[in-house]
């Protein structure tokens, strides 16, 4: 089962009666010829819509031809009511862009005047409270129109699987971490369904389990995944016992709903009780595009789960954990390279990144439980199961959606890169960099009172993401800002 939604844009031109409604038309094909050189899946409709009975009929054909996301096209000025009656129907995300002009040999009959078209656009989606998405300059030739419909794309799936998400969740959040506060009301507000369970019921549904007979299957495929880093074998069917419950437990409890993710708890009680660490199991679904989040983070699922249906590439979820050392900074200068010290964090986590991240995956046990749950052992039993690895190098974009305490989302973006420099540590971690990063964790992470987790999406992806945000209505989205564009509450002084 896909756990993302797939995307078919349908594209409609319009044109107001006044205007010429072959140059709407051919202004159309030019696009759809353009759509065809990309992977973009689309629709195109060949009704032109210039009044109500037209965006009836457009609504038809669109929905006979598998659209879930429409790009509405002024290829000339359009007709205002008829365009956003069209969007208000249509019950999809929704993008409007506008078709420059040709050439200074035909602005007579060839003029569409869509410029002065897409604000008029603008004001009546304004008026039946339609936030559609609007490219940072909405009109272009037809190579531009279709480049912008590409990056609507990845946006679109992001509202859809979103408004058809489930969140499944296991435990209180723990009392050492209620900065992962999660009022659900905000959920509701974005479409979210929510099911929260005791960690009672995922213990019975695991011991159920119990001689499954996947497990044996599971387990060689973990075995097969970890290779030469498979250095506690012993604890590889309990896990994969896990992975069964999780299975079913979605499966059966996904109702109406057509994605899914997790939020468990993870600690310290389900050591002592399911004899192990779960980080290596969610690290499995995530990579299936199925965040497990930790510690019942809520919010961090579903950021997770963002960015899995912005990018179809496998998320993680990282403490904000800890500086680093001046020493080992020195000593790698070059790596570092246009960043200075406070610029870099190691993000960190026991073990749920994927091995698809990671230079050397290998599974190992959790140090700090150890620590306090088995201290006497020599070698470790129920804290095994982490997957443990240096985070590969390169580009990344950390990422958050969040609802404060009063039920208000909160967002921020940011891009960056994992170093190639050696973090000397355990668990799954890495030396991240991002720009202005001692301000943005200031003025942003510190002043509107994020929790420590984040979400991170292996590429650079803030355009997406930030558009996402803000067709989801979130108004507060911020970013770690250069040098010399102050923040609201940073003082000038400093």
Request: hydrophobic share 40%.
């Amino acid at each position: 089962m896909s756990n993302v939604p797939e995307v078919k844009l349908g594209v409609v031109a319009v044109s107001r009666d006044c205007f010429p409604m072959a140059l709407s038309s051919r202004r159309l094909a030019a696009v759809v010829e353009e759509l065809k050189k990309t992977k973009v899946d689309f629709f195109a409709a060949k009704t032109v819509v210039e009044n109500e009975t037209d965006a009836v009929k457009a609504l038809d054909e669109l929905r006979g031809g598998g659209a879930n996301a429409l790009v509405v096209y002024l290829g000339n000025f359009g007709p205002e009511g008829p365009e956003t009656l069209l969007a208000a129907k249509f019950g999809g995300p929704v993008m409007f862009a506008a078709a420059a002009e040709e050439t200074g040999e035909d602005l007579f009959d060839g003029r569409g005047d869509a410029y002065c078209g897409m604000l008029n656009a603008s004001y009546n989606l304004g008026l039946r409270k339609i936030n559609a998405y609007i490219p940072e300059y909405p009109v272009g030739t037809a190579g531009e129109v279709a480049a912008m419909i590409t990056e609507f794309e990845p946006v679109a799936r992001v509202l859809i699987g979103v408004r058809n998400l489930k969140i499944f969740t296991f435990g209180p959040r723990p009392y050492d971490f209620l900065a992962c506060n999660a009022p659900i009301k905000s959920l509701y507000d974005l479409g979210v369904e929510i099911q929260e369970n005791s960690e009672l019921d995922l213990f019975a549904c695991f011991n159920d389990h119990k001689g499954d007979k996947r497990i044996k299957a599971v387990a060689e495929d973990m075995a097969k995944e970890l290779g030469n880093g498979n250095k506690h074998p012993g604890v590889l069917e309990r896990l994969a016992q896990y992975e069964v419950t999780l299975i079913d437990w979605a499966e059966k409890n996904l109702g109406a709903s057509k994605y899914h993710v997790f939020a468990n708890k993870c600690w310290p009680a389900f050591q002592t009780q399911f004899g192990f660490v779960p980080c290596y199991v969610n690290s499995r679904f995530a990579s299936r595009l199925v965040p497990i989040s930790c510690e019942t983070d809520i919010y961090g699922a579903l950021s997770e789960y963002v960015i899995s249906a912005a990018t179809l590439t496998a998320p993680t979820i990282l403490d904000i954990n800890n500086t680093v050392p001046a020493d080992l900074f020195a000593s790698h200068k070059d790596a570092a390279g246009k960043y200075g010290a406070a610029d870099l964090f190691m993000g960190f986590h026991c073990g749920n990144t994927p091995a698809c991240h990671l230079l050397k995956p290998a599974m190992e046990h959790q140090l700090i439980m150890k620590r306090s749950l088995e201290p006497d052992l020599a070698e470790p039993d129920i804290t095994r199961g982490t997957l443990e690895g240096t985070i590969r190098a390169g580009d990344v974009t950390i990422f958050r959606l969040q609802s404060t305490a009063d039920s208000q989302l909160r967002s921020y973006v940011a891009e960056g890169e994992v170093l190639d420099i050696p973090p000397r540590s355990f668990g799954g971690i890495g030396v991240f960099a991002v720009p202005q990063m001692a301000r943005f964790y200031r003025h942003v992470l510190v002043a509107k009172r994020y929790p420590h987790h984040t979400g991170v999406a292996f590429s650079h992806v803030g355009k997406t993401l930030y558009s996402a945000m803000k067709m989801l209505g979130v108004e507060d989205v911020a970013f770690n800002r250069p040098a010399g564009a102050l923040y609201p509450d940073e003082n000038p002084f400093a």
